[in-house]
Nanobody, 123 residues
Framework: QVQLVESGGGVVQPGGSLRLSCTAS????????MGWYRQAPENERELVAT???????NYADSVKGRFTISRDNPRNTSYLQMNSLKPEDTAVYYC?????????????????WGQGTQVTVSS
């Protein structure tokens, strides 16, 4: 089984910074992509940023130039550096990953989610 564990959320003033981390563990053969999504109260979950195995990047327009996604492949960890935070960035942030797992001679891929970490931007 695979687990994604996030950390780094908290309360920050407008203009401040936070760095989120997400570490994948379990019977991982290969991580295809890792990304971050967020969900504010009464809103649908939305994409924030993704980074695939080939280095392809995708950011939501609302965070371009302020957020940076990166990966530490040997540690199966993704980071989301968030700068110039705004009150509208307040949400629960979820880590997401497409992962190939191996069990004996069986390989399969699936989509996994972390439990979420709260980010609150408020003065």
């Amino acid at each position: 089984q695979v687990q994604l564990v996030e950390s780094g959320g908290g309360v920050v003033q407008p203009g401040g910074s936070l760095r989120l981390s997400c570490t994948a563990s379990g019977n991982i053969f290969s991580i295809i992509s890792m990304g971050w999504y967020r969900q504010a109260p009464e809103n649908e979950r939305e994409l924030v940023a993704t980074l695939n195995q080939g280095g392809g990047l995708n950011y939501a327009d609302s965070v371009k130039g302020r957020f940076t996604i990166s990966r530490d492949n040997p540690r199966n960890t993704s980071y989301l550096q968030m700068n110039s935070l705004k009150p509208e960035d307040t949400a629960v942030y979820y880590c997401n990953a497409y992962i190939y797992t191996q069990s004996g001679l069986k390989y399969e891929w699936d989509n996994y989610w972390g439990q979420g970490t709260q980010v609150t931007v408020s003065s």
